[in-house]
């Protein structure tokens, strides 16, 4: 079977792109899945979660055409591969923006690869060329939101630039799930944002709502998913759960 690309995806910062790319690559991984993890952002969150540090090659370089048997590295963790960032993709995203078809160039990198089962493409908090490349080259797009006030805003403009991109672009691509992220169940907050959530994209949001929880930001710092952090967390309970929601979508 081809392997299926998500793109974890959402303009806004700090929502939960980067620690859902990395906890749900690590449980797939676990349950036996090739996963690999390719990170767009020039700030290179999900390389330093995954303990990957300075780098020759990034996902710079992919987007200049060589090939991704080239660039994946393993991981620490088995069946988990990483095409590490660093931040002269900031760059490559200006030059993208100048090409002719500058918005393919990842589709065309990714057309056939082969050797995975998952790939993970985990986005900047932009809707700019690195996240057009991205959602033009996936299968599903996943939406982490924040259970916060203002979770709703901008996600119209999300969905709009889903669907021009699966338009112009992609046709294959469609919403692979909406992921509620550190909700506090003490808050009132977080249970009205979630029923907002659920009642605007219905089916579409994961039953699974991934708490807030100190061991879930701790594990990046240690450079480990949070499954390896503390298999016992609720955190890493919810990844499972999430994960285990994603291949029953598949
Ligand atoms: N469930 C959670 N509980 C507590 N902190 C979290 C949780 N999910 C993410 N964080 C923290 O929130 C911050 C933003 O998350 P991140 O995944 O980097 O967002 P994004 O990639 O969308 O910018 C990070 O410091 C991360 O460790
Ligand atoms: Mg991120």
Same mark, same amino acid.
């Given at each position: 079977?081809?392997?299926?690309?998500?793109?974890?995806?959402?303009?806004?910062?700090?929502?939960?792109?980067?620690?859902?790319?990395?906890?749900?690559?690590?449980?797939?991984?676990?349950?036996?899945?090739?996963?690999?993890?390719?990170?767009?952002?020039?700030?290179?969150?999900?390389?330093?979660?995954?303990?990957?540090?300075?780098?020759?090659?990034?996902?710079?370089?992919?987007?200049?055409?060589?090939?991704?048997?080239? &660039? #994946? +590295?393993?991981?620490?963790?088995? =069946? /988990?591969?990483?095409?590490?960032?660093? $931040?002269? %993709?900031?760059?490559?995203? @200006?030059?993208?923006?100048?090409?002719?078809?500058?918005?393919?160039?990842?589709?065309?990198?990714?057309?056939?690869?082969?050797?995975?089962?998952?790939?993970?493409?985990?986005?900047?908090?932009?809707?700019?060329?690195?996240?057009?490349?991205?959602?033009?080259?996936?299968?599903?797009?996943?939406?982490?939101?924040?259970?916060?006030?203002?979770?709703?805003?901008? &996600? #119209? +403009?999300?969905?709009?630039?889903? =669907? /021009?991109?699966?338009?112009?672009?992609? $046709?294959? %691509?469609?919403?692979?799930? @909406?992921?509620?992220?550190?909700?506090?169940?003490?808050?009132?907050?977080?249970?009205?944002?979630?029923?907002?959530?659920?009642?605007?994209?219905?089916?579409?949001?994961?039953?699974?709502?991934?708490?807030?929880?100190?061991?879930?930001?701790?594990?990046?710092?240690?450079?480990?998913?949070?499954?390896?952090?503390?298999?016992?967390?609720?955190?890493?309970?919810?990844?499972?759960?999430?994960?285990?929601?994603?291949?029953?979508?598949?």
């Amino acid at each position: 079977m081809a392997a299926k690309v998500y793109a974890f995806a959402n303009q806004k910062g700090g929502v939960g792109k980067t620690t859902t790319a990395v906890n749900l690559a690590a449980c797939l991984a676990e349950a036996g899945e090739r996963a690999l993890v390719i990170d767009l952002d020039p700030q290179a969150n999900a390389s330093s979660g995954l303990g990957v540090k300075a780098t020759t090659t990034s996902s710079y370089d992919l987007l200049d055409g060589a090939p991704i048997a080239e &660039l #994946a +590295q393993p991981t620490a963790f088995e =069946n /988990l591969f990483l095409i590490p960032s660093k $931040p002269e %993709l900031a760059g490559a995203a @200006v030059e993208l923006s100048r090409l002719e078809d500058g918005e393919r160039y990842l589709a065309e990198s990714l057309a056939n690869v082969e050797g995975y089962d998952f790939v993970l493409l985990d986005c900047p908090p932009s809707l700019g060329p690195l996240t057009v490349n991205a959602l033009a080259a996936s299968d599903r797009v996943v939406v982490p939101v924040q259970a916060e006030y203002y979770a709703l805003e901008g &996600l #119209a +403009q999300l969905m709009q630039s889903i =669907n /021009l991109v699966k338009t112009r672009l992609n $046709p294959r %691509l469609v919403v692979g799930g @909406v992921l509620i992220t550190m909700s506090d169940a003490r808050t009132n907050l977080s249970a009205d944002v979630e029923r907002e959530v659920r009642r605007h994209f219905g089916n579409l949001v994961f039953d699974t709502v991934v708490p807030r929880s100190v061991r879930v930001a701790e594990a990046p710092s240690h450079g480990v998913p949070i499954t390896y952090y503390d298999r016992a967390s609720r955190g890493a309970e919810a990844y499972w759960k999430v994960a285990m929601e994603l291949v029953e979508r598949r």
